[in-house]
């Protein structure tokens, strides 16, 4: 079979005293996401979408929370490392679609920003990655701004001649 299809979930409480950082964009917002890393809900549905389509587990095998190292880490560092991880094993990405789910603040001008910091740490064009923002219609935790929630596809196609591309 020469494609695979990963699905991947996240969600992370909004807190005070955090910055909202979703596909490596900081959002003003009076609230952040929890999290050990930079919490970025967008990023890490994308990996465990990549990790799922793989049969590799989920991102907490490979940067656990309990890990000091990891505390405050840069999603998008974390994403390039997993995109390298498929690439060696013989797979490109072919495209990313993702939904974020949260009342506010307003997603959609920062979508485009998203996607391209996304696809340069896929190594792909950014108009492979498609980032759709949505609410809850105020049902949910998601609805009750308690926090944000991200559901991610990627479609991988196995291409060994190009495994260590960036």
Avoid at 57 to 69: A, K, L, V
Avoid at 135 to 142: D, I
Wanted: glycine share 10%.
């Amino acid at each position: 079979m020469n494609l695979r299809i990963g699905h991947g979930y996240d969600i992370h409480r909004l807190v005070e005293g955090r910055p909202l950082i979703l596909g490596g964009v900081t959002i003003d917002h009076h609230l952040g996401l929890e999290g050990h890393s930079d919490a970025d809900v967008l990023v890490h549905a994308l990996m465990d979408a990549l990790l799922g389509a793989l049969a590799l587990g989920d991102i907490g095998r490979y940067f656990p929370p309990d890990n000091p190292h990891w505390r405050g880490a840069n999603s998008l560092v974390l994403l390039r490392q997993v995109a390298a991880l498929a690439r060696e094993k013989g797979w490109r990405v072919v495209n990313v679609d993702t939904v974020l789910v949260a009342e506010r603040p307003r997603l959609q001008p920062h979508v485009p920003a998203m996607a391209a910091n996304m696809a340069t740490h896929l190594g792909i064009p950014s108009d492979r990655v498609g980032v759709k923002a949505t609410t809850n219609e105020k049902l949910g935790p998601e609805g009750r701004e308690e926090g944000m929630s991200c559901s991610a596809v990627v479609l991988l196609v196995h291409d060994p001649d190009r495994c260590h591309d960036p």
